[in-house]
Structure formats: structure tokens, C-alpha cells
């Protein structure tokens, strides 16, 4: 069939004009990891009708990942996550420019991964630290705007970063921290409110302690992410309505039925944060005892 952008992405009509479907169209956004969020987030700014993309992953799906991510099922095991989402984009949207960085972001191609971009999806994986903060200092430099939202239990925890405002590196304060400090302080300061902490059946689940651990997450969580992220996205694309950057952040946790907004001034090192970094590590040192 002939593909026509305009009808594919009409239904968007409505709640953006057809000036800001066009706005949509020219837009570039990179997207750092490819698994549980960073498939939906993908996908969902595909169907926004988002015009170009740079993705990136340099892992293959595998089982495990059927529970949480958009590309993971009994046809896609083995198969590179980048490729396989390539496809789906290109399928969403016959017309996207897709720029696929299958062999991961590192210091080599993180300029290129970056280049004429005018935002940043972060989705890495929650141990890719020092890859993570080279990409969002690099965005702060550059002056692109840099957005996370981070599936917690049951719900959505997101943090934007503002050219201008408050930078990555001063919210999360890491110089300093060992690794495994380095896990907890992100985790605490993408969820400052940590509501999913009321919820969680086995501790001993969640490890820090070592790269290759397995983190326990949600499809539902994944889903609530791309919703709260892309909607953001759409208004840092468009200009249009508020949207919370750091010091401040968001988090809506569904089992709970609850919204949280935060303020935390001087990030990491504000005392509500070191007394939560404090709480985290004393709660998974206990596990199941």
C-alpha cells in the first residue's frame, strides 16, 4: 500500500494542530537503550509521528524480557533489540529516517549519536552509569534538552533536564561513590518519594551490588513511563505547557493511586535525599530476613 504520513498520524489532529504535526514531522530524537522503557518510548514517539530517529542497544532479546519489553516475544528471541525495533519504527512510519547505533553508545560515536538532535530519551539500562552521565552532560553542553522516566514497581518516576537550569551531574551528585553508591543515588534521585518501596514482596530481589544483577520491573510500569515521558516530550518539542525539570520531579504510582511532585534543592545532596540513599541501602542489606 502507498504510505501517506498525514493520513497515518491524522487522529493526532486535535490535540496537536497540523502546524505541530509538521513540527513532530521535523523533529530528531535520540534514544539511548532499547529494552523495557526505551522500546515503549520508541514507539510511542513513532505514532506521535516523530520524523527521525537515532536509537541505540547492543543487546539481543532473550527470554526474561517477554514480562516488560515492546519488541521481546518467542520470534524475536536472539535477535539484536536495535534491529528489531528499527523495523517496528519503520514499519510505524515507512518515511522515518532511522539512524540505528547497534553497537551502543560509547565515546567514540557519542557525538554523531547526538548530532542535529533536538532531544534526548534516556533509557539506558540502570547500570550503564558512566556511558549515562557522558550522554547527559554532553545534552547540557550542546543545549538539548535530556528526559528520563524510570518504571518504578507499578508506576512512573520521571526527571528532565533543562538547558540552563540544573545539570545531571549537580541533581545526582556521583563523584565520589563507589558503584553500587553510585545505583542507589540514581534510583533515589529518580525517585525521590520512592513509593514503590511500600509494595515490594522480596527485597532480596533487588541488587546493586553487581552489573550482571537482574532488577524486578513491570510492564505496567514501562507503560505508565512512555506515557509520562512522551506526553513531556511532546511539550519540550512543541513549547507548549509546563513541564517539571530538575530540581524537581515527578512520580505516579497506580497501585498506590497517587501523585507525587518533589523538590529537591541542591539534588543528592539535599538531607531527605541522603537519609532516603541511607534507608534504600539499609532496607536491601536486610533482603528476606
Not at 520524523?51 to 524475536?76: C, E, K, L, W
Not at 549515562?132 to 538539548?144: A, H, T
Not at 545526582?172 to 518501596?197: A, K, N, T, W, Y
Not at 541488587?207 to 512522551?230: E, H, Q, Y
Amino acid at each position: 500500500m502507498d504510505f501517506d504520513y498525514y493520513n497515518a498520524f491524522s487522529r493526532n489532529i486535535g490535540w496537536v494542530t497540523a502546524e505541530e504535526q509538521e513540527k513532530l514531522r521535523n523533529t530528531k530524537v535520540a534514544v539511548g537503550g532499547l529494552g523495557g522503557v526505551g522500546g515503549d518510548h520508541s514507539i510511542v514517539l513513532a505514532r506521535l509521528g516523530i520524523g527521525s530517529f537515532h536509537i541505540s542497544d547492543m543487546d539481543d532479546y532473550d527470554v526474561p524480557n517477554f514480562n516488560r519489553q515492546a519488541g521481546a516475544n518467542i520470534h524475536t528471541v536472539g535477535k539484536p533489540k536495535s534491529q528489531v525495533m528499527e523495523s517496528t519504527l519503520r514499519a510505524i512510519n515507512p518515511t522515518a529516517n532511522v539512524t540505528n547505533f547497534e553497537e551502543g553508545i560509547s565515546d567514540d560515536n557519542l557525538e554523531a549519536f547526538l548530532d542535529g538532535v533536538d532531544l534526548y530519551v534516556d533509557s539506558l539500562d540502570i547500570f550503564c552509569v558512566d556511558i549515562r552521565r557522558k550522554v547527559f552532560q554532553r545534552c547540557y553542553e550542546k543545549g538539548i534538552p535530556a528526559i528520563s522516566a524510570a518504571p518504578m514497581g507499578m508506576g512512573a518516576a520521571m526527571m528532565c533536564f533543562i538547558p540552563g537550569k540544573m545539570s545531571f551531574e549537580e541533581y545526582f551528585c556521583l563523584d565520589g561513590h563507589s558503584f553500587e553508591d553510585q545505583i542507589v543515588r540514581f534510583v533515589v534521585g529518580m525517585s525521590p518519594s520512592m513509593q514503590q518501596r511500600h509494595y515490594l514482596v522480596r527485597k532480596s530481589s533487588v541488587n546493586f551490588t553487581k552489573k550482571d544483577a537482574k532488577v524486578p520491573s513491570t510492564c505496567m510500569g514501562i507503560s505508565l513511563a512512555a506515557g509520562v515521558l512522551c506526553s513531556n516530550a511532546l511539550k519540550l518539542i512543541l513549547k507548549r505547557g509546563e513541564v517539571v525539570h530538575a530540581p524537581h520531579g515527578l512520580h505516579f504510582d497506580a497501585y498506590r493511586n497517587t501523585l507525587v511532585k518533589t523538590y529537591r534543592p541542591g539534588g543528592n545532596k539535599h538531607w531527605k535525599q541522603r537519609f532516603m540513599c541511607w534507608y534504600l541501602k539499609r532496607m536491601l542489606a536486610k533482603g528476606d530476613k
